[in-house]
């Protein structure tokens, strides 16, 4: 069974940073597309970054978050994260990590992916 657990949420001052981490728990990861979403409260779940493996490596930023967030992925510890930089209060979510073996095109969409973490909450406040 494939689990994903996400960590590094929490709460910071706007223009603050955090980074998330998501380890995924296969042996298939490293062929892996990895995507992170979030979902606000009273708003639909939407793609927020996602990252293809190698050799395509290819990434996807939802222009709200270009320039802002960056992602990296570290195969040595099945591990993707999320730096997240210059936070505004409407990056103020829960946010997902999701994995799926399968290819995936951009913008990413929740059917895309077969799996899921628990969540890890993001606060920004002004």
């Known amino acids: 069974q494939v689990q994903l657990v996400e960590s590094g949420g929490g709460s910071v001052q706007a223009g603050g940073s955090l980074r998330l981490s998501c380890v995924v728990y296969?042996?298939?990861?490293?062929?892996?597309?990895v995507a992170w979403f979030r979902q606000a409260p009273g708003k639909e779940r939407e793609g927020v970054a996602a990252?293809?493996?190698?050799?395509?490596?290819?990434?996807y930023y939802a222009d709200s978050v270009k320039g802002r967030f960056t992602l990296s992925r570290d195969n040595a510890k099945n591990t993707v994260y999320l730096e997240m930089n210059s936070l505004k209060p409407e990056d103020t979510a829960m946010y997902y990590c999701?994995?799926?073996?399968?290819?995936?095109?951009?913008?990413?969409?929740?059917?895309?992916?077969?799996?899921w973490g628990q969540g890890t909450q993001v606060t920004v406040s002004s």
């Open positions: 296969e042996y298939t990861y490293i062929s892996n597309n």
């Open positions: 990252i293809r493996p190698a050799p395509d490596g290819g990434t």
């Open positions: 999701a994995s799926t073996w399968r290819w995936v095109d951009y913008p990413p969409k929740m059917a895309d992916f077969a799996y």
